[in-house]
C-alpha cells in the first residue's frame, strides 16, 4: 500500500502517471472507471496528456464502477453521461470500447464481470470514497466475494449525491455497481480522495480495521494499491 500526499493538483498530476507508464507498456489496458467529483482533475490531466501526445487510448478499453438504475445515458445525472462528458469526448477513445453498467436492464448485471474477464480483466482502477467508506456504490456491508449487483443505497448516500440534483427525490434509490471481488481483481488500484470530509473515512480506510463495514478498508489486502491524498484528506493520518 502506497500513499501519496500533495495539492489536488500534484495529486491529479501524479495518478496521471500512473497512466502514462500503464499506457507506454501496455497500449491496449484495460482501465476502470470512476465518478463522482473526486476524478475529475485527474480526467482533465489526461485528457491534457493525451491532446500532447504523451499518450494514446486508441487501444484502451474501460470499464465503469457503477451506474444509476433507472437513468439512461442521456440522462446529465447517469454515469455514462458524465464519463462521456468528463473524459471519453477529450480523449482518442474508441467510444465502443467504453463500459459503464446497464442501468435500465439491470437483469444482465452479473455478465459484467465476465465481460471484464473477456478483456483480459482491469490493469488500473481508479475509485473514489464515500463518507460511509463505500467505493463504487459498495456500502457497508457487502460481502467481499460480491461481483456485479443491483444494490440499494444508502439514505446518507442518496443525501450527499443529491447536491448533483435538482432535489433527493430525483436520486435513484437503486445502482448497479461493480462488487468487492471485482473491484479488487483489478491488477492495480488507485483511490484519490480530496477534502476535509474525507478525512475521517481515509483515517479508517488506511490505518482501521479491515472490516466490510469500511469497504474501502479491504483495499488493504490487494496487493498494489496507491491512495493520492490531498493534505485535508490525510489531515488524521
Ligand atoms: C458516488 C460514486 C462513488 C464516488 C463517491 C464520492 O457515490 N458512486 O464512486 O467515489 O460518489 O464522490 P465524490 O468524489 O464526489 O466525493
Known sequence: ??????????????AAQQYVELLKRKPNAVLGGATGSTPIGLYKELARL???GVISFKDVKTFNLDEYVGLDGSHDQSYRYFMNENLFKHIDIDIKNTRVPDGINTAVAADYDKEIEAAGGVDLQVLGIG??????FDEPGTPLDSITHVVELEQNTREVNSRFFNSIDEVPTHAVTMGIKTIM???SIILLAIGKSKAEIIKKTLQGPITTDVPASILQLHPDVTFYLDEEAASLL
Do not use: P, T
Not at 4 to 14: L, N
Open 185 to 187: 481483481h483489478a491488477r
Open 50 to 52: 493525451n491532446k500532447e
Open 1 to 14: 500500500m502506497k500513499v501519496i500526499i500533495g495539492s489536488e493538483k500534484e495529486i491529479a498530476e501524479k
Open 131 to 136: 463518507v460511509d467508506g463505500h467505493i463504487g
